[in-house]
Each structure stands twice: as C-alpha cells, then as structure tokens.
C-alpha cells in the first residue's frame, strides 16, 4: 500500500510538472492570466519614475553640486584608481564656499569649548587645565548650564537652547546692531537653508505666490521656491555700478508680477551679495526697506557674509538695524535675517549651526512658524553651540582673545589677498572682466566667449559658459560653476569662483587658469 500511495504521488508531481512546463513554453498567454503569474508580470515595471515622481523635485535645480561637481568627482575617482590618467594631479574644489575643504583651520576657542561640551567628564580633571584655556573652560561651563541636564545629545526646545539664544540675541544682535533683540525672535537652525526653506513653506501657497529675488541669486533660493511650488520674481543686479541693487527695477518687475497674477509676497536680499561680492550700500538698505514697507512684503535678509568684508569704506550693516534706525519697529516692517556658522572667518559648514531671527509677524502667525520648527524636532546641539559662540566670541581681557583674533585676522586679510590676487587674473585675461570683491567669498567675472565657442556649445547641447567651465575642469582639475547655475542677463556668460584655495596654491591655480584661457580663446577665434 505504501509503494503504490509512493507512485501515485509521483505521477501527480509529473504530472503537475509537466502542465507547468506546458504553461511556461507553449501556452505563455495562460499562465500570464493567472493571479501570481498577474504580479510577476509587473514586477519589471519601475514603481518610481521620473514620470511618477514630484514635478517639483524635477523643477529644482542647485548648481553649486549639479553636474559640473559631479563630473569633478568621477575625475577625482579616476585619478585615485589611475594616477597620472589626467593632465592634472589633483581636483581643486572652487565651486561652493567650503573653506576647510581648502585647508582653512578651525577657529581654536570655538573648537576647544566644542570639544568639552562635547565631553563634559573631563572638565573636571586636573590635565584640561594644562591643555584648554581658561575662558574656553569657563565657556563651557555656561553653556552646559543652560542645557537641561547638560545633556548635549538630547533634543533641545524647537526654537533652540533658551540660554543660547540668549546669548545671541544679547551679546550678538543687541551689541552688533545698538538695538534691543528678543530672544524669542530666535530660530536656531541647521545652516541657514532650512530656515530659508522654512520661510518658503510659510508664504507660498501656489504658482501665484511670488518671491522677489536678485538675478545672479545664490541657487539655494531659486531651487527652495521650485520644491514650494512657487514662482521666482527676478529682479537683476547692475553689474556696470558694482552689482548694485537698482530699486526702479525692483519696481518695475513687481508691476510685471503682478499684471501676470502673481502676488509677490517677499523680497530677498543677499548682503554680502553671493555670488557677486557686493556689499550694500547704508543708503540702498534704506530704500529697500522702504520698498518692503510700501509694497507690504516680507524682508528676507541673507545676512551670513556678514564677517566677510574686504573693501575699505565699507561696513556690514544688518537691515534690521537700518529699519530701526528709520523709526521702524516689529508693528510696521516684517524682517526675516539669516546667520549661518558655515561663512565668515570660521568656515564651520560641516557643523550646520545656523539661526533666523524673525521680526514683524503677528503671534498666531509665529506660533504656525513654531509648528514648522517643531515638525523637525530640533535642529543639532554641536551647531547651537557653535552658532552662539561665533556671536559671543572671545572679549578683551579674556585668556583667549590674543590668539582668537589673530586667527580671525589672519584669516580674513589673507582672504582679502586673494581676492585681489583672483580678481587681477580675471582682469588680465582677454575677454574677461571682473568686479571687486568687497565681501563674500566669491568672484563672478564675465566671459565674452567667441560666437565659435557658443555654437560648439549648443552642437553638444550645453549652455556655452557650462561648456567652458566642463573643458576647464578637464584641462585643469580646477571646479567652478557656470554664471547660468545663478542667473544672469541673457546673453551675458559668468564663472562664479571661489577665492578659497590656500595662498600658496593661488599662483599655481591662477597659472593654470591662464593659460587654459589663452588656449580656449585661441581655438574658438572667431
């Protein structure tokens, strides 16, 4: 019994097999037509695709890390697996303001009171006292005070550390500007791009909603407005007066805005401009915040070059002390102001401290401000710390303020010299002219490329200036961005450039520059 139930089962399997077989080869459309064989057949279907994703997403663009650095980092991996396949030895990073990428070092006090928040336990040992200074000591003390529990990697109030937005609203915007700072105006955050992208949350509603923005603008602004559904309002520089802010034309692009049904609903301004290295004159701040006031907008303020100002005469003032100096309080003017720990002389990017202080909105609408904040938990404990530190350094009579400003003045005299030392080149390359620097970190001269240049760009699909920058890269290893990745004037080309790399590499960088210019030029001669 137990043999014949064994050779029943086996022709049921062989017969179970072979009907399979049957379906599989001969009679596909059957077994097609069966539930699990429904599911096999769609699983070669993307279930994400470009077509299916956020149109958005595909809208936003962010040239400083778009296709240019992409190809860099190919380059770099090419170079690492194959030394010498290249003309060139090594990828110089010139295309995002990343000062320790290029070999700046961190600012001392600002590292060491980060380093023993970081762990406080060995603040009470006998050996910190040989190896920290006093004042960094003392330093982390407060701080820790003002974290509940001292536990620095717990998450904190939405807004922020209260304690440290104290000190930032006290002993950084009250003693920089002359004017009081609440610290409830506070948001600290990641960088500034996610308060950035928090205030594009808040005021777009649709297409219709616009934001005002300079043309060149820093991309962060043009790519925030796309993933927002909005619409960017351009208004552009003029780069024959040094990139000033002409407020005629503001004027006139809000009229065009709104005779097409947008409702424009900010202003930004970036001072120290970026990428273009203007520094706003106190006279155009005045009229743009008359324009805000007039015209009922929001003032966005970039504020995060504040540090960096290299053209004697001129002086950083934020335009929250403008308004106030006009008679203008939070009932009359709306002023967003961005900080970030990534610029001035300290570079500390990879940190990702940042604030916005926001000023002139009604309570209910903050608190819907608070909620945007509160979605995100908090922003990190390292960056709150740092962002409180660069505005509450080092004061006189402190043990550290010797040393702390001489790195400070190092660095930015030797960020001047740079500078110059770039804007020189630019200046002596045919074609080519560039503006002064007067802050930022950045240079963004015009290419005057031969009519050749620009059909051989369009022969490869690329926009002329993107073109010249790819065979610069690939001639030289140096990175840098097209002038299009900003906006520009059409029909005009720009490079925006760093004036990062260290000053022993500047004389090699330029040189190699030079004459990938001169053989450009040469080849594309009209």
């Known amino acids: 019994m137990r043999r014949l139930a064994a050779d029943r089962a086996k022709r049921l399997i062989r017969s179970f097999l072979a009907a399979q077989s049957s379906l599989s080869v001969s009679s596909p459309s059957s077994f097609l037509s069966s539930p699990a064989s429904a599911a096999m057949s769609t699983s070669s279907t993307p279930t994400v695709s470009l077509a299916s994703i956020n149109p958005k997403v595909l809208k936003c663009e962010y040239a400083v890390r778009g296709e240019i650095v992409t190809h860099a980092q190919r380059l770099q991996e090419d170079l690492k697996a194959k030394p010498g396949s290249h003309p060139f030895d090594e990828i110089l990073y010139c295309n995002i303001g990343n000062p320790q990428s290029l070999g700046q070092q961190p600012i001392t006090f600002f590292r060491e009171v980060l380093a023993l928040c970081e762990h406080p336990s060995i603040l009470d040992r006998d050996e910190t006292h040989g190896l920290f200074s006093a004042d960094a000591i003392a330093r982390a003390w407060e701080i820790l005070d003002v974290i509940p529990g001292r536990a620095t990697g717990a998450y904190s109030h939405s807004q922020g550390i209260k304690g440290l937005r104290e000190a930032i609203a006290a002993a950084g915007i009250a003693s920089r500007d002359g004017y009081p700072c609440n610290s409830d105006d506070i948001f600290l955050t990641d960088g500034a791009s996610p308060a950035v992208h928090m205030m594009m949350q808040l005021l777009i509603r649709s297409e219709k909603d616009g934001i005002l923005c300079p043309i060149p603008q820093y991309p962060l602004y043009s790519a925030s407005i796309a993933l927002h559904g909005g619409s960017l309002v351009p208004y552009y520089l003029d780069e024959e007066t040094g990139w000033g802010l002409e407020i005629s034309d503001l004027k006139k692009q809000l009229e ?17 401009g970026n990428p273009t290295g203007q520094v706003l004159a106190e006279e155009n701040q005045r009229q743009i915040i008359e324009f805000c006031k007039e015209e009922s907008l929001v003032l966005l303020a970039d504020e995060v070059y504040q540090e960096n100002i290299y053209a004697g005469g001129k002086e950083f003032n934020s335009h929250k002390k403008i308004a106030r100096s006009m008679g203008y309080g939070d009932k009359d003017i709306s002023i967003v102001s961005f900080q970030s720990v990534s610029k001035g002389y300290y570079g500390e990017c990879g940190k990702r401290g940042g604030y916005m202080e926001v000023t002139g909105f009604s309570a209910d609408v903050r608190e819907q401000i608070y909620k945007v904040a509160s979605v995100n938990l908090c922003s990190n404990i390292s960056g709150q710390i740092l962002a409180s530190l660069v505005m509450n350094p080092p004061k006189p009579g402190d043990e550290s303020y010797d040393s702390f400003t001489a790195e400070r003045d190092g660095i930015l005299s030797s960020l001047a010299r740079r500078a110059k030392a770039l804007e020189d080149a630019f200046n002596s390359l045919e074609g080519v002219t560039c503006n002064k620097a007067e802050g930022a970190m950045y240079l963004f001269p015009r290419i005057r490329l031969p009519t050749k240049a620009i059909e051989a760009a369009k022969a490869v699909n690329s926009v002329p200036d993107a073109f010249y920058v790819r065979r610069l ?17 059409p029909g005009t080309w720009h490079i925006r450039c760093t004036i990062l790399p260290q000053e022993d590499k500047m004389p090699a960088i330029v040189s190699r520059f030079k004459a990938f210019h001169e053989s450009f030029m040469e080849e594309f001669r009209d």
């Open 473 to 489: 890269l690939e001639t030289t290893g140096i990175v840098i961005v097209p002038g299009s990745g900003f906006g520009q004037v």
């Open 256 to 272: 065009d805005a709104r005779s097409k049904g947008i409702t424009v609903r900010a202003l930004v301004v970036i001072n120290p």
